[in-house]
């Protein structure tokens, strides 16, 4: 595919993945794209456009698609959902790792750690985080859930009945994440997902 054109220096290009044999051939509808969609039109007060797959569990494609999305396309930030527990078929954790340059395992701690405040079963769940770097371009990928309400308990963390913070959601960590790899500078809606930077990494208002 052709690179994604950037309309603003600091736009973000988002790659999502929904990972599901069933989704992918028509079985039922897929769900993790729009919530995804949804998440992303609260959280973030600086541009984005993104670019959609829905592909089935299969681990040649998944690295294909993850590696075109990222290398082709220019993606800064890609998130898959689906296909992370330990079903055979469940291979996305596999591919993420073989086509990634670091891993960055913290990602997948707290999403666990997050998860485990709702069900025991969370510690079946796999996901990683990598980032994948190419000549002159490099992309945070990670692995997501597959249900909505898990999709948005991850990103945003758990809040009390008065709107405060009790265990922060990863994607407090991905601006600054994507900062430190020469990507955009990119700003949250602070009621949905409050971004942290040290105060050495924030642009003046």
């Known amino acids: ?17 929904s ?33 959609t797959r829905l592909i089935p569990d299969e681990r040649a494609q998944i690295e294909r698609t993850l590696i075109e999305l990222v290398d082709d396309a220019g993606c800064d930030l890609v998130l898959t959902t689906g296909g992370t527990g330990p ?10 790792l073989a086509i990634a ?14 998860s485990l405040k709702f069900v025991p079963t969370a510690i079946l769940s796999r996901q990683v985080a990598v980032i994948r770097e190419t000549a ?3 992309a945070l990928i990670m692995n997501l859930p597959g249900q909505p309400k898990s999709i948005r308990e991850t990103l945003e963390g758990l809040k009390d009945a008065d709107g405060k913070q009790v265990v922060p959601g990863i994607f407090a960590a991905v601006p600054y994440c994507i900062d430190l790899i020469g990507g955009p500078y990119v700003e949250t809606n602070d009621a949905v997902c409050k971004a942290f930077r040290p105060k050495s990494a924030m642009r003046p208002k």
């Open 1 to 17: 595919m052709t690179k994604l054109k950037r309309n603003n220096p600091d736009e973000l290009l988002i790659g999502l993945v």
């Open 136 to 138: 002159g371009h490099a």
């Open 87 to 96: 079903a055979r078929r469940d291979v996305t954790p596999e591919a993420t």
């Open 19 to 51: 990972i599901s044999d069933r989704a992918s051939s028509g079985v039922y509808e897929d769900q993790g794209i729009p919530a995804l969609r949804d998440w992303f039109g609260a959280a973030l007060a600086s541009p984005w456009q993104m670019e």
């Open 101 to 114: 340059t670091k891993e960055m395992p913290g990602f997948g701690e707290q999403m666990r750690q997050i």
